[in-house]
């Protein structure tokens, strides 16, 4: 056995919890995690990168904490360096440090050339000897050097050298001058998961009755029905706005109707964050974050944890008891007890961790009788978009080479100056699972383009003075697990426009599918990176109450793009002014749980009657202004209703 596994061996012995112990709350708070020298054993300090006090460039990164298990800080600059993160550090003796940080050559699943993701460790100012983040196919633990320092406080930073999304999740210091073994660096990821463990049993307990997971349009939405109807919520997001697709970090606009019947009165909050200007892949103002951010704080009886990712769940036999949420900076937990939640994750994450069932992929066309399903079933989904647009500039402007194993030409180049919804990946992948690599396959398609639009293209003139204004590195998702609820949405039930007693919000958009562009897959076969669609015109249609809830998690609620229904259905329900709508439905069926202590399918065999004259109405204020619900439809819609026929579809 390594030293290092005797060391973690004779601490556990100890009984001492996770091994790596707080000296300060000052410390602690930053994320930094001592271990005192015992016996001759060496120390060691655990910097956990998205606790640094100034992240300076870099960003918070937690969209693939479910399969890592923790944030990190992602150097996101566009291919300008960005400013060092830095971080001050207790170092408890004189010596000789070494210094390692877990990172990740990103562009290795498409090359074994190093990668651009190259960053240093700096310790009091000086850079440590190696360049880390430019290979391994994995995250690992990547040696930045030794320095000698002494006792006391100094600083700790990382230093981008490219602004090509390197990545860094943790650094670790010791005076263990023996060389980490890959055996040492698995006991070293143990040890932070058994620390991890530890914290969840001591997190505190906050109690609420009705507990909403995902900050999307979906989310708020339910939180503040829920909460004007009686109800005191937690609303957890786990990003710093609020929006979801529909924030200034991903950037797609609302699309769909509201305030159509049946239920006329669903939708009309919107008018009170929506925002006033269309268009994806616009500038971040455009999308109005302050709006929803005073929506959900001008709301009685709303509690947003914001920056918090839901990890985990305890159960109570078929219902959930209670919800753990860590906040993906500090790492502080706490779990949220209720006697109701609703799953706006869009990954239908929280039904996933309470044993949910579930399903993900395209039906068969035998399954539910759908045209447009294919014959037979797979695992194909809609993907997820990293939308881009460049500026004009006032002169002549440089980019750096950029090529990792996905080659442009002048025949394959996509000669444009942004990219919106067409720019979608990961069709083929598992849109949870493989979350990172889909929206790395993103970031290095704009990327790679980019540089031979500058560099490369013979003509080239329309972009010499033209640089990258934005690059999203939130990846705009559009499917992954879809949650089964008593009934499942299918085509038949739109093209029929079939009745049902508990028809609730309604849907207006196309069934809209997006399948790989054959051209882009002429020029990159089987690494497309831009999607085509076949809008298929619907007559709106209202959808069953019963989508909305778990058929077997006794206290589950969904909305969003995870509702019960087929890939086919998806096509039409997805876009933001309908899931909107799920919410207030879902709120407003929560606040009648609520009120007699019941379950969510309680509310369709017993209190019917009761949800709906609330969706009749709605929750919306009618002070609220804007121009127009309708501004965010495709042009085929705006002059309704020639873009109709009787059935639904296109004329």
């Known amino acids: ?155 700790l930073a990382l230093s981008d050298l490219t602004g090509f999304d390197g990545r860094c999740d943790a650094v670790y210091l010791t005076t263990d001058d023996k060389v980490m073994s890959p055996e040492d660096a698995g006991m070293l990821d143990s040890e932070r998961c058994t620390r991890l463990e530890a914290r969840k049993a001591e997190a505190p307990t906050e109690k609420f009755d009705f507990v909403v997971v995902g900050g999307g349009v979906a989310g708020m939405c ?25 924030s200034s970090e991903v950037r797609v606009h609302l699309g769909g109707y509201s305030e159509i019947g049946p239920n006329e009165g669903l939708g009309r909050m919107i008018r009170e964050f929506g925002h006033s200007k269309r268009g994806n892949a616009q500038p971040a103002e455009n999308y109005e974050d302050w709006k929803k951010q005073a929506f959900i704080d001008g709301q009685e009886n709303v509690t947003l944890f914001a920056n918090c990712h839901a990890v985990a769940v305890k159960m109570d036999g078929d219902r959930i008891a209670s919800v753990l949420i860590q906040h993906v900076e500090t790492g502080e937990m706490h779990w949220l ?69 996905v080659g442009f030409n002048e025949g394959n180049c996509e000669k444009v100056t942004m990219g919106e919804w067409t720019w979608e990946t990961g069709m083929n992948l598992d849109q949870v699972a493989d979350a990172e690599r889909v929206r790395d396959y993103g970031l290095l398609v704009v990327y790679s383009n980019w540089s031979f639009l500058k560099n490369h293209l013979k003509d080239n003139e329309k972009w010499r003075d033209r ?74 249609y209202a959808v069953p109450y019963r989508c909305l809830y778990s058929r077997n998690v006794d206290n589950l609620f969904m909305a969003g793009r995870n509702i019960s229904q087929t890939h086919v259905a998806l096509g039409t329900t997805r876009v933001m002014r309908t899931t909107a709508m799920m919410g207030e439905v879902v709120g407003m069926a929560a606040s009648i749980c609520h009120k007699y202590g019941c379950s969510p399918r309680d509310v369709y065999q017993c209190h019917l009657d009761e949800l709906k004259p609330l969706m009749k109405d709605g929750v919306g204020k009618h002070e609220g202004t804007m121009e127009s619900q309708r501004f965010n439809l495709p042009n085929e819609l705006l002059d309704e209703p020639a873009g109709l026929s009787e059935n639904g579809r296109r004329r």
Request: proline share 5%; hydrophobic share 40%.
């Open 1 to 155: 056995m390594s030293d290092m596994g005797k060391f973690m061996d004779f601490i556990f012995a100890l009984g001492v919890a996770g091994a790596l112990l707080p000296v300060a709350e000052q410390t602690a708070a930053a994320g930094m995690l001592p271990v005192a020298e015992t016996d001759g054993q060496p120390q060691a300090i655990m910097l956990e990168a998205e606790s640094f006090a100034g992240k300076g460039g870099w960003v918070v990164d937690q969209q693939f904490m479910d399969q890592m298990g923790s944030p990190y800080l992602l150097a996101h600059g566009m291919g300008k360096p960005v400013e060092d993160a830095v971080t001050q550090v207790d170092i408890p003796a004189d010596g000789v440090w070494h210094v390692y940080a877990r990172t990740y050559d990103w562009t290795s699943p498409w090359t074994s050339e190093p990668g651009p993701g190259k960053f240093r460790v700096k310790i009091g100012g000086k850079a440590l000897k190696n360049t880390l983040g430019a290979s391994g196919d994995a995250w690992e633990w990547q040696y930045a050097g030794k320095i000698r320092l002494k006792a006391g406080q100094t600083e």
């Open 222 to 246: 339910a939180a503040v029905a829920a909460a004007r109807l009686g109800c005191n919520v937690a609303l957890v997001n786990d990003r710093p706005v609020l929006g979801g697709n529909n």
């Open 337 to 405: 007890e209720a006697p109701l939640f609703s799953d706006c994750t869009g990954d239908g994450t929280i039904g996933y961790l309470a044993g949910a069932h579930w399903t993900t992929g395209r039906e068969s066309r035998d399954e539910y009788g759908e045209s447009l399903a294919p014959e037979k079933a797979d695992s194909m989904v809609m993907g997820a978009s990293v939308q881009w647009y460049s500026v004009k500039t006032d002169g002549k402007t440089g980019f750096p080479e950029f090529s990792y194993g």
């Open 467 to 540: 640089d990258l204004g934005w690059v999203a590195y939130v990846a705009g998702k559009r499917e992954s697990r879809r949650l089964l609820g008593d009934y499942v949405l299918k085509q038949d039930d739109i093209d029929k426009n079939v009745f049902h007693e508990d028809a609730s919000f309604t849907t207006t958009w196309s069934i809209d599918l997006h399948f790989p562009d054959p051209k882009n897959t002429e020029k990159f076969p089987g690494a497309e990176f831009k999607t085509a669609t076949v809008h298929n015109w619907i007559y709106p």
